[in-house]
Structures are given as structure tokens and as C-alpha cells.
């Protein structure tokens, strides 16, 4: 579950319209991570139900990637959903997962922290609470720039090429690049998954 950090009182309706679209790409985008996919409620929040911790991290790094105007906080929650599975509606649900996410999101609010984890491994919660929590904060204030740069990064396009379509030098792609820690970043994502994969070998 989440909802959106307002940073102004006053309602734009493209902003919002915005933030539906961004949720909707990300339902397409992981429709067969997404049992319940995501949907929005009370104006600004939403929830999903997803297949596993490494999936929902996905969903919830991608969600920041495709908010524009807004930024929001989260809460990643492993536990159980007693009624509503089988109605394939968010709202429906009912269980001690809901009970815990709306009790972890209000937490969340009050220390103005952007995610929270509660799974059921401890080293599990503790290792993906301080990584994504370093990430999201890392990321939180990018840019339209620094958001084209890490969507390219290591891909085939040359980092001259992608300075004259961002129309800056390749020096400012590289400075941007230091700035935004990006290639640590990078490096966190992808070590996080390997991570995890490595603790739950060892649960299981």
C-alpha cells in the first residue's frame, strides 16, 4: 500500500490525471506480477496485492520512476489476506495484511519516511528496508534528466548520443551521472535481488 506525499493543498487535475496514468502504465507493464493489480482509493492512496517481495520491489521502484508530479511513500507488508482473493478487487480485501499495511503507512506519515517493510524473515525486513530506503531517497528528487540517463544507462545508445538528444554535453551526462549516484543505484537494485534470492534459499 502507498499514497502520495501532497506537496501543494491545491488540486491541479493534470497532475492527478498524471499520477492515474503512471499507475496504469505499471499495471500493464507487471499484470502477470500483479494478482490484485493496483488500484487507487480515497483520492490518493493505493494497493495491490503482488507474487513475491522481489516483484513487489520492482513495482514499487517502478512507480516512482513513472510519477511526474508526484512523489509517494510505501509500505511492503508479507502477510495474510483472509477474505476477497477470489474477487479480484483491492477494495474487497480483508485480513491481517490490510490491517498491518493501513497500521505501518500511518506510521510511515508520521516520521515522514518514504517505505517500510514487515516480512516474515527479520534479516529479510531489516535488508530490504535499508536498501530500498536508500534508493527511493536517492531517487526522490531527480529530475526529468537524471530519469532519462538511468532509464539508459548501460543501454546500446552512446552517452555522446544521449547528450545531444537531452541537448547537453557529454561532460554534464557524466556529471549528472556522479550527482545522482546512479551507477550505485544501479548496483543496489541489482545486488538487493540477489540478496534476497540468497535469504530465501537459506529459508527454505
Same mark, same amino acid.
Given at each position: 500500500?502507498?499514497?502520495?506525499?501532497?506537496?501543494? $493543498?491545491? *488540486?491541479?487535475?493534470? @497532475?492527478?490525471?498524471?499520477?492515474?496514468? +503512471?499507475? &496504469?502504465?505499471?499495471?500493464?507493464?507487471? /499484470?502477470?506480477?500483479?494478482?490484485?493489480?493496483?488500484?487507487?482509493?480515497?483520492?490518493?492512496?493505493?494497493?495491490?496485492?503482488?507474487?513475491?517481495?522481489?516483484?513487489?520491489?520492482?513495482?514499487?521502484?517502478?512507480?516512482?520512476?513513472?510519477?511526474?508530479?508526484?512523489?509517494?511513500?510505501?509500505?511492503?507488508?508479507?502477510?495474510?489476506?483472509?477474505?476477497?482473493?477470489?474477487? $479480484?478487487? *483491492?477494495?474487497?480485501? @480483508?485480513?491481517?495484511?490490510?490491517?498491518? +499495511?493501513? &497500521?505501518?503507512?500511518?506510521?510511515?506519515? /508520521?516520521?515522514?519516511?518514504?517505505?517500510?517493510?514487515?516480512?516474515?524473515?527479520?534479516?529479510?525486513?531489516?535488508?530490504?528496508?535499508?536498501?530500498?530506503?536508500?534508493?527511493?531517497?536517492?531517487?526522490?528528487?531527480?529530475?526529468?534528466?537524471?530519469?532519462?540517463?538511468?532509464?539508459?544507462?548501460?543501454?546500446?545508445?552512446?552517452?555522446?548520443?544521449?547528450?545531444?538528444?537531452?541537448?547537453?554535453?557529454?561532460?554534464?551526462?557524466?556529471?549528472?551521472?556522479?550527482? +545522482?549516484?546512479?551507477?550505485?543505484?544501479?548496483?543496489?537494485?541489482?545486488?538487493?535481488?540477489?540478496?534476497?534470492?540468497?535469504?530465501?534459499?537459506?529459508?527454505?
Amino acid at each position: 500500500m502507498g499514497d502520495v506525499i501532497k506537496s501543494s $493543498k491545491k *488540486f491541479r487535475p493534470k @497532475e492527478w490525471e498524471s499520477f492515474e496514468h +503512471s499507475i &496504469e502504465a505499471v499495471n500493464i507493464k507487471f /499484470k502477470s506480477s500483479l494478482p490484485i493489480p493496483i488500484t487507487i482509493y480515497s483520492g490518493d492512496s493505493f494497493g495491490a496485492v503482488c507474487n513475491d517481495v522481489v516483484s513487489a520491489i520492482e513495482i514499487i521502484l517502478a512507480i516512482q520512476e513513472t510519477q511526474k508530479h508526484q512523489r509517494s511513500r510505501f509500505v511492503l507488508i508479507e502477510d495474510e489476506i483472509t477474505y476477497g482473493m477470489d474477487k $479480484k478487487n *483491492f477494495l474487497t480485501l @480483508e485480513g491481517p495484511a490490510l490491517w498491518k +499495511s493501513e &497500521e505501518k503507512l500511518t506510521a510511515i506519515k /508520521k516520521k515522514k519516511q518514504l517505505f517500510l517493510a514487515d516480512l516474515q524473515n527479520d534479516l529479510l525486513t531489516k535488508t530490504v528496508n535499508t536498501i530500498v530506503n536508500l534508493i527511493l531517497s536517492l531517487r526522490n528528487d531527480w529530475g526529468e534528466q537524471e530519469w532519462i540517463i538511468y532509464k539508459n544507462y548501460n543501454a546500446d545508445i552512446k552517452q555522446k548520443d544521449l547528450a545531444k538528444e537531452l541537448g547537453i554535453t557529454q561532460q554534464y551526462v557524466s556529471k549528472i551521472i556522479r550527482q +545522482s549516484r546512479l551507477r550505485m543505484i544501479k548496483d543496489a537494485e541489482e545486488n538487493l535481488k540477489n540478496i534476497i534470492d540468497g535469504i530465501n534459499s537459506c529459508i527454505h
